[in-house]
């Protein structure tokens, strides 16, 4: 199996969030096999612990010394009272894993005042794949790490998605309105990358409005979506109000993406290229602790630079083409953004095959990019 970038500490009480799929609970009994492992996908558990949480404490051995991991802890959020009293009585050390904190704090729930800190785990990255990263692979069938040992990806992405509706959606109750969320999610996969059109897709799907803002909020809350906001400190010129949308990984975002004879191939292949892109962009960031804010810029003429990265090493911008030739044209967002920010160091990753630069933006094929990303984040290039 592949080795995850993820640390987490030994003795120390953590969430860790993660949308299902990207490999939590296997990480966690293989990293710490000594510690007491209780799931609330398991019936009779949640039940037992739903009626009563304060049993919680008679499952514990009294002689356990070791971590006490409680998965899909967003099940049950009335535990986290129960977790915090164990904390701080017995000092015992928890991992709590879960789909999003966020949705634990909309139920208003105790996310243990501080003492417990927060990881998430995201898809594979390059460099946790290493030789086993093809760039054709991963913009078809992304990143998840089942689809790495299952013989037919399609069908595990397929069944993914239809049991990530069933177990999430349906059984938390977070819509009773399956169906349209259902067609919401194919809906919403024609915006990848775009900024955000409510009212098209609230009339693509059939709803009012505020049922898609609420489904929106419903993706994010699983960990399904990212919103990219516009990047505007020290604006010069004016920009797009509205954030662009991306589902968390570019497999899952082909297996929504219905294609058709009236569908654009380009658009859709752009498209899987921002995505993987971004995801890499989302999980080395945080692994690495380098605490960069991502972005995308566009101003109200259209000129766009996919992704800004602003934090304490930096300012990076990113254009992701898929094109294997790079022309003037590829490089106007980047030169208008250098204009307006000329501290920025700036980046065209592109389909082709030879690294060069170009009125200082270095050009990367995209396949050397993902896979030296720890490098070109920490300024190294």
């Not at 078809?140 to 177990?167: C, R």
């Not at 219905?258 to 752009?270: F, K, M, Q, T, W």
Request: with cysteine; aromatic share 12%.
């Amino acid at each position: 199996m592949f080795q995850r970038l993820l640390n987490l500490p030994k003795k120390k009480s953590c969430f860790l969030f993660g949308p299902r799929g990207t490999g939590k609970t296997w990480w966690l009994k293989h990293n710490f096999p000594k510690a007491l492992y209780l799931d609330l996908l398991g019936s009779d558990l949640y039940l037992e612990l739903l009626a009563n949480p304060q049993r919680l404490e008679q499952l514990i051995p009294l002689d356990h010394d070791d971590l006490i991991i409680i998965d899909e802890v967003q099940k049950i959020p009335d535990l986290l009272n129960e977790v915090h009293r164990l904390i701080e009585s017995k000092r015992l050390s928890f991992i709590l894993t879960g789909s999003s904190a966020r949705s634990l704090r909309r139920k208003g729930v105790n996310l243990l005042a501080g003492r417990a800190l927060t990881y998430h785990m995201y898809p594979l990255t390059c460099e946790e794949l290493r030789s086993a990263f093809h760039l054709g692979h991963s913009l078809q069938y992304g990143h998840l790490p089942a689809v790495f040992s299952e013989p037919n990806p399609a069908k595990y992405l397929s069944s993914y998605i239809h049991t990530y509706l069933k177990e999430e959606v349906l059984q938390e109750g977070l819509t009773r309105n399956l169906s349209g969320f259902t067609r919401f999610l194919e809906i919403a996969s024609m915006s990848q990358g775009q900024v955000i059109n409510m009212s098209e897709i609230a009339r693509e799907v059939f709803v009012s409005r505020k049922v898609v803002e609420s489904f929106f909020s419903i993706a994010e809350d699983l960990l399904l979506t990212y919103h990219l906001p516009v990047f505007t400190k020290r604006a010069k010129r004016r920009l797009v109000g509205h954030a662009k949308f991306y589902f968390f990984d570019v497999g899952v975002f082909r297996t929504l993406r219905r294609v058709g004879p009236l569908d654009s191939a380009e658009e859709i292949e752009g498209a899987a290229y921002e995505t993987l892109v971004l995801q890499e962009l989302k999980a080395m960031n945080d692994y690495l602790d380098l605490g960069y804010q991502l972005y995308f810029w566009r101003t109200s003429n259209q000129i766009e630079v996919d992704f800004v990265l602003y934090g304490p090493k930096g300012l990076l911008a990113i254009e992701v083409k898929r094109t294997i030739r790079v022309s003037p044209k590829d490089l106007t967002g980047l030169k208008a953004f250098a204009a307006d920010y000329p501290e920025a160091t700036r980046y065209l990753f592109y389909g082709g095959n030879c690294r060069e630069q170009i009125e200082g933006v270095q050009i990367i094929p995209i396949a050397e990019a993902l896979q030296n990303l720890k490098a070109i984040l920490n300024g190294k290039r």
